[in-house]
């Protein structure tokens, strides 16, 4: 079946480092790619989305790649800040029946100040 | 809040009863989610609707049952609950294919 898989399941990076997310996904009809962060009990929220027509998308310090033929997509978050720690879900949409939405396991990131 | 509640917030209830899990939307979205989430597993899709009376299974099915009567409700159903499904249950809502899923505030199951 469909499949996202999600790469590091942990990051750890400095205040001020870059922090890089990457993403695999299996099923062909995939056109839209979310990313979500979650933060301690709360509910996850969206914070970059890429269409399949775009191969890059930036939005202040993050800023999301996309490769439709290797099926790669990732999360580039520049300058981090204590407040980005939080877990981060990679998701693909299908355009096909009910357009479910398959996750990454996600990544637990921690920035130390 | 994106016009979506789930309830209840919280349950506890034992082995081998059936519990539903009610989401409400107030955004007419044609489509609807229920995710599960565990510890090392992010969010895994249960079940999810594209219309009233539409709906398809998603990764993690078995043992799960919906229904959709109306556009603003979608119920999940454990028929019988096992202590395998006790998780952290998300609805989500989404207007179209190619624009965000909003999700409620989740529900804490406990099976004991």
């Known amino acids: 079946g469909e499949n996202v898989e999600q790469h590091p399941s942990t990051l750890s990076v400095q205040e001020g480092d870059s922090a890089v997310i990457k993403c695999t996904y299996s099923?062909?009809?995939?056109?839209?790619f979310p990313w979500y962060k979650q933060e301690l009990g709360k509910r996850p929220q969206l914070i970059i989305d890429?269409?399949?027509?775009?191969g890059e998308k930036k939005d202040q310090r993050i800023a999301v790649t996309l490769n439709k033929t290797a099926k790669h997509f990732s999360l580039h978050i520049t300058e981090t800040q204590p407040e980005d720690s939080a877990v981060y879900f990679c998701?693909?949409?299908?355009?096909?029946?009910?357009?479910?939405?398959?996750f990454g396991a996600g990544t637990r990131l921690f920035v130390k100040a | 809040d994106a016009g979506i509640t789930q309830s209840p917030r919280h349950k506890v209830t034992e082995t081998g009863t059936p519990v539903t899990l009610r989401c409400h939307q107030t955004?007419?979205?044609?489509?609807m989610y229920w995710y599960r989430q565990d510890p090392g597993h992010g969010l895994r899709l249960i079940h999810y609707?594209?219309?009233?009376?539409?709906?398809d299974k998603g990764e993690v099915s078995d043992g799960y049952s919906v229904s959709r009567s109306k556009t603003e409700d979608f119920l999940l159903t454990l028929e019988s609950a096992t202590s395998s499904q006790t998780s952290v249950y998300f609805c989500?809502?989404?207007?179209?294919?190619?624009?965000?899923?909003?999700f409620g505030q989740g529900t804490r199951l406990t099976v004991v």
């Open positions: 099923d062909s009809a995939s056109n839209y």
């Open positions: 955004e007419n979205h044609r489509y």
């Open positions: 609707s594209y219309g009233v009376k539409d709906t």
């Open positions: 998701a693909a949409t299908s355009n096909t029946g009910g357009f479910k939405t398959i």
């Open positions: 989500a809502i989404r207007k179209d294919s190619l624009t965000e899923a909003f």
């Open positions: 890429i269409r399949s027509n775009v």
